[in-house]
């Protein structure tokens, strides 16, 4: 496999580096969107453990943002963004689970931690494809970059979780 890479690096450079900024610029576009996203999902939520983990991962989301930007400076690529379709249509989905469900519902945290649990595995996978990349790319400081966002995507993935078993436990017994 290690053999196919560096082929594939060598003969197809230019376009490995196309689908890397591409992936940058989705990536970017979704951060931004859940910075936009993160502190309605914190108000919408009914548990107070809940409204922090949103609260502290809106804080990590604007890092990523700045790490981003950082990173487009590193491969000297401007800074744009690439409409997310699949961001979109999770954010979507948060505003459904928002409306169709009781506000002070326990029902409600079920959902949002349901959909932001999909948010984090699609950022997890993205981040552990593009630090690959990098990798394969020889961008070393980028890929310890990737790698440190893609370690605070899977910590929030693992709190959203914890608190996923304590409701789920919580409904079934109600």
């Not at 983990?53 to 943002?65: A, W």
Request: proline content about 2%.
């Amino acid at each position: 496999m290690k053999n196919y890479t560096t082929k594939i690096s060598r003969n197809n450079g230019d376009k490995l580096k196309k689908l890397f900024t591409d992936g940058l610029k989705d990536m970017y576009w979704a951060e931004k969107r859940l910075v936009k996203a993160l502190p309605k999902l914190a108000r919408a939520a009914v548990s107070e453990d809940l409204q922090v983990v949103f609260e502290i991962h809106l804080t990590e989301t604007q890092e990523h943002v700045n790490r981003l930007k950082k990173i487009f400076e590193l491969i000297n690529e401007p800074a744009k963004i690439k409409r997310c379709p699949a961001m979109m249509g999770l954010l979507e989905e948060c505003d459904t689970i928002i409306k169709s469900t009781e506000e002070s519902s326990i029902v409600r945290d079920c959902g949002l931690i349901f959909v932001s649990q999909k948010i984090e595995h699609y950022e997890i996978a993205s981040y552990g494809t593009l630090r690959t990349i990098a990798n394969i790319m020889n961008y070393r400081e980028v890929a310890e970059l990737l790698q440190m966002t893609l370690e605070e995507e899977r910590v929030a993935s693992s709190k959203l979780a914890d608190l996923a078993d304590s409701y789920i436990m919580e409904v079934v017994m109600d």
